[in-house]
């Protein structure tokens, strides 16, 4: 009879276990898209009625058939390679940077007291505001618009990097100690998954800085670029083409948000925060 009882109770108690009902994430995913649906159909509303100038603003459906058009020749293709490639070598390269110059800070005393002072006192400045100086000191071909980028993706991962080691529990440090892990585990098992939240952060704030970068970068004497195709249409009084290269900016930073969003979800499973009811 006993062994009976054995074999059925894992039955009873998976039967007695709640279903938890999985969350309607479609439905609130949908809801994200009605608001810019909205504005654009206000935007095309507006315009067509006359309420927008056509020189001034033109309809989203103008601005869709310039881009169809500079998509089919080739020219909207060639500039957006070329702005892509800027904005990844400025962010590889201020990314490395910042990723190295922030861990050791947040790591080492020494590394605090040496580095953490100047980069408090350069964050002060306008990098943007620095176009004359990096002008003189390296040109104004593709250094200064890589470096501009490199500039504007730096200072958000060091300090999110910086505060992310920062921000980690000493009480999970001296556990992780306690139980044997030497200090490249400690780094591996405690401080790298405890700092990767402020790191992504960093990352999405450093992206948005590097395309905000790249459109001052690509209007000092640029021959390529989304940038260069918005001055150049600029001086034709080209607004569809205008707009066109703003849209394009933006839905760049768009799809690098979504982007690091999916990864960041994919690599921080184990993190529950709080949800938006």
């Not at 001034?56 to 310039?66: G, I, M, N, Y």
């Not at 892509?84 to 020494?110: D, N, Q």
Request: hydrophobic share 50%; net charge positive.
């Amino acid at each position: 009879m006993s062994r009976t009882t054995l074999v059925e109770a894992p039955d009873e108690v998976t039967a007695a276990a709640p279903v938890v009902p999985r969350r309607q994430r479609p439905a609130r995913r949908w809801r994200r898209v009605v608001s810019p649906v909205v504005l654009v159909l206000g935007w095309e509303l507006a315009a067509r009625t006359g309420l927008l100038a056509a020189e001034k603003l033109p309809a989203p459906s103008d601005v869709l058939v310039t881009g169809w058009r500079l998509s089919r020749d080739g020219t909207l293709g060639i500039h957006l390679l070329d702005s892509l490639t800027r904005a990844g070598a400025g962010l590889l390269i201020g990314g490395l940077l910042a990723l190295a110059l922030g861990t050791v800070a947040g790591l080492l005393r020494l590394g605090d007291d040496l580095v953490d002072p100047p980069v408090q006192m350069a964050r002060m400045l306008p990098h943007l505001g620095l176009v004359p100086l990096l002008i003189i000191w390296v040109g104004i071909g593709e250094s200064l618009k890589i470096s501009l980028v490199a500039l504007g993706a730096f200072f958000p991962i060091y300090f999110n990097t910086y505060a992310g080691i920062r921000d980690i529990d000493e009480r999970l440090v001296e556990a992780a100690r306690t139980c044997g892990l030497g200090q490249a585990a400690r780094l591996r098992h405690v401080v790298l998954p405890g700092a990767l939240p402020s790191l992504f952060l960093g990352l999405r704030l450093a992206i948005g800085a590097a395309w905000l970068s790249l459109v001052v970068g690509e209007q000092v004497n640029a021959q390529t670029g989304i940038g260069f195709l918005m001055m150049e249409a600029r001086e034709f009084s080209q607004t569809d083409v205008v707009v066109l290269g703003l849209l394009v900016y933006a839905l760049l930073g768009l799809i690098s948000d979504l982007a690091l969003r999916i990864l960041e979800r994919r690599m921080l499973t184990w993190r529950r925060g709080l949800r938006a009811t």
